[in-house]
């Protein structure tokens, strides 16, 4: 159970950090190029994903995934901060996929069902009132809603057994990004049980995933017969004990949008004690490593990809936090260091590369993509630059 924690290191954070106009927009064009390249390469009406074994190029996909999705989403920001028709018609162009894949909810029945129409069918429906995006992701928020555990409030984790099986009775930190589809859904439709599971999602992390110290357990166990609660896990992080840092990054993210939906003042508390922990053991050049039990002077991996999300999540709670509030100050400074460092960094310069942002790591201990290109990276990294750039734009979370 989280409670209020400081701030550690507020000197590093009270330091303004002012990234200049010419720097964001070259950022900017280079990554809009960068897709205008990729789209070129592999088909407008491709998705992107991860091409396994390979440490910086995409293979183009029709299969819904919830990296394909952050690859549509890609499409809808690069049309957003240019206005260029090629973009909008790239991601017009991938919706047929989604529309099939709302046709075969067996398909969907899993935890990350809002990062695939989210920034692929919501987005649409947002930008250019598409009705069938509406459709689909009205079908995708009800099979998210039959996969949420009434008994303990919780969006259960597919993919590792059914929900009467034990491996299946457990809920993930990834799942605080699907609840803007629960909360869309109730306002689109005024179905109050699309509010309440995701009311219910936000207060389970905080009770169970999160820690008295701000750090998060990547999975938490809860009981099929007995419906009590276990213990956290991890499946991606280094230990059960450790805090992955991609999976906490979620949490600086899931919260502000908690918070813009509810207003619950609850979920600024708790903001800052996941956003606190994840600053207080940021590395000293602004990247994460892919689990925070390496800092400074590690040779593991890094997940420039958490450094994105963070970024994203600390720069949405600013638009909510009145300028009296300690941490607002905080939190536009280590967006600044971490979006600095992104594009000083990591930002994927070399031409025979397919992405806009490198050194990702994936799932680390199960050795997949270590050091690679993934579109979830490039999402939140051009979604950083977007909300630097035109904070007036509105995201699709
Ligand atoms: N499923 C989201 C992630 O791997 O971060």
């Known amino acids: 159970m989280y409670r209020i924690v400081d701030l550690n290191n507020k000197e590093r954070f009270a330091k303004p950090v002012i990234l200049s106009k010419e720097k964001l927009e070259s950022a900017a064009a280079l ?23 390979s440490f910086d ?11 394909t999705g952050m690859w549509t989403g890609v499409c809808w920001l690069a049309y957003e901060l240019t206005g260029n028709d090629k973009f909008r018609q790239a991601a017009e162009s991938q919706l047929p996929h989604y529309y099939r894949a709302a046709q075969h909810p067996e ?10 129409f989210i920034p692929s069918c919501l987005a649409a429906y947002k930008i250019t009132g598409n009705q069938d995006a509406r459709m689909a992701g009205l079908i995708a928020a009800q099979v998210q809603l039959d996969h949420f555990c009434q008994v303990n409030k919780f969006i259960i984790r597919g993919g590792m057994g059914r929900p009467e099986e ?5 809920t993930l930190v990834d799942s605080m990004m699907n609840i803007p589809l629960f909360f869309w859904a109730y306002e689109e439709t005024g179905r109050q049980e699309f509010y309440d599971a995701a009311v ?23 009981d099929p017969v007995t419906k009590e ?40 508390d708790i903001h800052k004690s996941v956003s606190y922990f994840f600053m207080d053991h940021l590395p000293s050049d602004g990247i994460p490593y892919w689990d925070f039990d390496f800092n400074d002077g590690s040779f ?15 720069l949405e709670m600013c638009k909510y936090l009145p300028e009296t509030a300690e941490q607002k100050q905080y939190f536009r400074n280590a967006a600044a260091i971490m979006l600095e460092a992104l594009i000083d960094k990591s930002a994927t310069k070399r031409e025979d590369k397919d992405s806009l942002l490198s050194y990702i790591t994936i799932a680390r201990p199960m050795g997949i ?29």
């Open 107 to 116: 398909e969907l029945n899993d935890h990350d069902t809002g990062f695939k």
């Open 57 to 67: 190029t995409y293979t183009a996909t029709k299969d819904v995934t919830w990296t």
């Open 300 to 314: 593991e991996p890094r997940d420039s990809s958490a450094a994105a999300v963070a970024t994203c999540g600390l």
């Open 31 to 53: 990554a809009v190029a960068r897709v205008e390249k990729a789209i070129d390469k592999f088909g407008a009406d491709n998705m992107l994903t991860y091409a396994g074994g």
């Open 229 to 268: 609660p276990v213990r956290g896990l991890t499946f991606q992080g280094n230990r059960d004990e450790s805090c992955w840092s991609r999976g906490h990054s979620w949490l600086l993210y899931g919260y502000p949008l908690a918070y813009k939906a509810t207003k619950d003042p609850e979920t600024i």
């Open 166 to 170: 034990y491996n299946g009775y457990r």
């Open 369 to 397: 993509g270590v050091d690679v290109c993934e579109t979830y990276g490039d999402y939140f990294y051009l979604e950083a630059l977007v909300r630097a750039l035109k904070p007036e734009i509105k995201m699709f979370w």
């Open 200 to 222: 219910g999602h936000y207060k389970t992390t905080a009770k169970y995933l999160i820690r008295e110290d701000g750090s998060s357990f990547h999975h938490y166990q809860f």
